[in-house]
C-alpha cells in the first residue's frame, strides 16, 4: 500500500466497536477505543486464524481461537501461543472520514477521493473461464485446461465456516484468470455482511500463493449479481439438505 484510503466514516464505528475491513487485499480490522482508531491485520500469527470477534482490553485484541493477545498499537504479541506481531496500519481521521495508509506515513494534505475498500469487479481482466462477473448469469468457472483445474481444486479447499462446504462448490467464485504468475479471483459472499468474509479471502489467497506456479492471487469480492442458492452444486445442496 502506498497511498491512504478512506476505509469508514467515524459514525461507522461506535465507540469500542469495530469493522472488517479489505486493505492492500488483505482482511483487516478498524477497531475504535475511545476516539482513537486501530487497524491491523485479520490474521492471528499464531495459526492464520481471524481475531475479528476477539475481545478487546487494555489497547489489545485476544484471539478467539487460542488466547494470543496483540498489542493494537504495535501488532506485539504479549503472549503465548504467537511469537510474532501481526501487522498493523496507519490511521488517520480527517474530517469525518477514517483513512488507512502504511506505518509511518502521513495523509496528504490535498483532498483525499473517497475509494472503497472492497474492491468492484476487475472489468477487464480477461475471463478464462467463467462469464464476467457483470452479467445477471454468473456460471461457476468450469475448469477448461489441467491448469484451471488446479486452480479450482485449490480453492475447493477453502471451506465457508458458517455452512462447511467449499466456496467452489457453494458458488462463491465467479471467475479465476491467470496472467503468468498472478492469479485473479472475483467472489461474491452469501451475503454482504456475511462475518466470514475476511477469513474466505485471506484463505482464498493463501490457498493459491501455496501452489509452486503463482507468486501472487489477488481475491476481488464482488456484490452483483448477489449469490443466490441456485448457485450451488447439487453436491453442496445435498450436504445442506437442500433439494
Ligand atoms: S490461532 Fe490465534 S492463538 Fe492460535
Not at 454468473?138 to 465457508?160: F, M, N, S
Not at 458458488?171 to 466470514?196: F, H, Q, W
Not at 501455496?210 to 481475491?219: M, T
Amino acid at each position: 500500500m502506498s497511498t491512504f484510503e478512506r476505509v469508514a466514516a467515524v459514525t461507522e464505528i461506535p465507540p469500542n466497536g469495530r469493522k472488517s475491513i479489505i486493505v492492500d487485499d488483505v482482511p483487516a480490522l478498524l477497531v475504535r477505543i475511545g476516539n482513537d482508531f486501530f487497524v491491523v491485520e485479520d490474521v492471528c500469527s499464531h495459526d492464520g486464524q481471524p481475531l475479528t470477534d476477539g475481545p478487546v482490553a487494555d489497547g489489545a485484541i485476544t484471539c478467539p481461537r487460542h488466547g494470543a493477545r496483540f498489542d493494537l498499537k504495535t501488532g506485539n504479541a504479549l503472549c503465548m501461543p504467537a511469537t510474532r506481531a501481526i501487522p498493523t496500519f496507519a490511521v488517520q481521521v480527517r474530517d469525518s472520514d477514517v483513512f488507512v495508509g502504511p506505518v509511518g506515513a502521513e495523509l496528504p494534505a490535498a483532498p483525499v477521493a473517497s475509494a472503497p475498500t472492497q474492491v468492484s469487479p476487475a472489468g477487464d481482466i480477461p475471463v478464462v473461464s467463467a462469464a464476467s462477473a457483470s452479467g445477471d448469469q454468473v456460471p461457476t468457472p468450469e475448469p477448461g485446461t489441467d491448469d484451471d483445474l488446479r486452480l479450482i481444486e485449490a480453492l475447493k479447499q477453502v471451506i465457508d465456516p458458517e455452512l462447511m462446504v467449499n466456496i467452489v462448490d457453494l458458488g462463491l467464485v465467479y471467475s479465476v484468470n491467470r496472467d503468468d504468475r498472478k492469479i485473479y479471483v472475483e467472489m461474491t459472499l452469501t451475503s454482504p455482511a456475511c462475518p466470514a468474509g475476511p477469513q474466505i479471502v485471506q484463505q482464498s489467497k493463501m490457498a493459491l500463493e501455496r501452489l509452486r506456479d503463482v507468486d501472487e492471487a489477488e481475491i476481488k469480492l464482488v456484490m452483483s449479481p448477489p449469490w443466490t442458492p441456485d448457485r450451488m452444486t447439487d453436491e453442496a445442496k445435498d450436504m445442506l439438505g437442500i433439494f
